[in-house]
């Protein structure tokens, strides 16, 4: 769901989290603190930029219930890792993109001050993205569960062969996959690694998810686009050093007889924007489409 821009309570309390790595960090940090220092802002620091300052910081969820707006510094990653930690807490997030492409962390840091001041001021883009929710029952051991932005993908080890997938939608058999992997995407996660295994780009504002195979042997299987009210299962058949993955932040080794089963989680990420953002226009300056002839 896109909320377009309009004029919204101002942010006063502000998270700010940073990358793991600290290189090139100081000087957009350093920016970033002085524009909220002149918007009059209450500051929460991550331990991460806290320690790049010398100061002490606390993790953010630890303070989530209080905070407008938290503000990531970094790439898409460190985007993804904040949005699952904080995602039970609803604080909505907005990137300042230290990393290379940049689809969720959209604010270049040359121009932090020109795209932060008005979201301050309360003017800017609202987006619900999904999340989606896994429950991993092992044949043996301990279920566990996990949570993920842009994807849940199931693959082969580096020295493994393909592995089979059996995979069910509401509970009916759809095909018994034989591929290198297995990649079920929000429309987050679609230009994403999906986009790059033939996956289509589905526009955040849809209800859908979006099933990829790896590298399939049948070349029959392709995406499969299915509603956001669908519970997928996966069960591995053969693999050998399988593994799950979730926005490739955790992952956890799969052996034949596991079952994942993923749904939509009841909670969405908020994402702000600019007031002037696109999502086209991001798709363009992303993937270099051609211009308008």
């Known amino acids: 769901m896109l909320v377009r821009s309009?004029?919204?309570?101002?942010?006063?309390?502000?998270g700010v989290i940073a990358k793991s790595d600290p290189e090139g960090l100081l000087p957009p940090l350093t920016r970033l603190l002085e524009l909220l220092a002149h918007h009059q802002c209450k500051v929460e620091l991550d331990p991460t930029a806290a320690r790049i300052l010398?100061?002490?910081?606390?993790?953010?969820?630890?303070?989530?219930?209080?905070?407008?707006?938290?503000?990531?510094?970094?790439?898409?990653?460190?985007?993804?890792?904040?949005?699952?930690?904080?995602?039970?807490?609803g604080v909505p997030l907005i990137g300042i993109n230290l990393g290379q492409l940049g689809f969720l962390t959209d604010i270049p840091a040359h121009t932090l001050e020109t795209h932060l001041t008005p979201v301050l001021n309360g003017e800017y883009t609202l987006e619900h993205r999904t999340l989606l929710a896994t429950h991993l029952v092992p044949l043996q051991g301990n279920p566990s569960e996990?949570?993920?932005l842009n994807d849940v993908v199931i693959a082969k080890g580096a020295r493994g062969s393909m592995i089979e997938i059996e995979v069910l939608v509401d509970g009916h058999f759809v095909y018994q996959l034989r591929a290198d992997g297995l990649i079920l995407a929000t429309p987050t996660g679609s230009t994403a690694y999906a986009l790059?295994?033939?996956?289509?780009?589905?526009?955040?504002?849809?209800?859908?998810?979006?099933l990829t195979p790896i590298c399939p042997h049948t070349l029959s299987n392709r995406p499969v686009v299915l509603s956001q009210e669908s519970r997928v299962e996966m069960r591995l058949h053969k693999g050998v050093a399988a593994f799950a993955s979730f926005d490739v932040q955790d992952q956890v080794a799969l052996h034949p007889g596991d079952r994942l089963t993923v749904t939509c989680a009841p909670r969405t990420v908020?994402?702000?924007?600019?007031p002037e953002y696109d999502y086209f226009a991001m798709l363009r300056e992303k993937l270099r489409w051609g211009t308008r002839f």
Do not use: F, K, M, Y
Request: with cysteine; net charge neutral; glycine share 10%.
């Open 6 to 14: 309009s004029l919204h309570a101002r942010l006063s309390h502000i």
């Open 270 to 274: 908020h994402l702000i924007h600019p």
């Open 146 to 148: 996990a949570l993920a």
């Open 54 to 89: 010398g100061q002490n910081g606390t993790p953010l969820v630890e303070q989530a219930s209080r905070l407008d707006l938290c503000i990531v510094l970094g790439g898409d990653g460190t985007l993804l890792n904040a949005a699952r930690a904080l995602a039970a807490h």
């Open 196 to 210: 790059s295994s033939g996956g289509p780009i589905v526009h955040p504002a849809l209800q859908a998810l979006v």
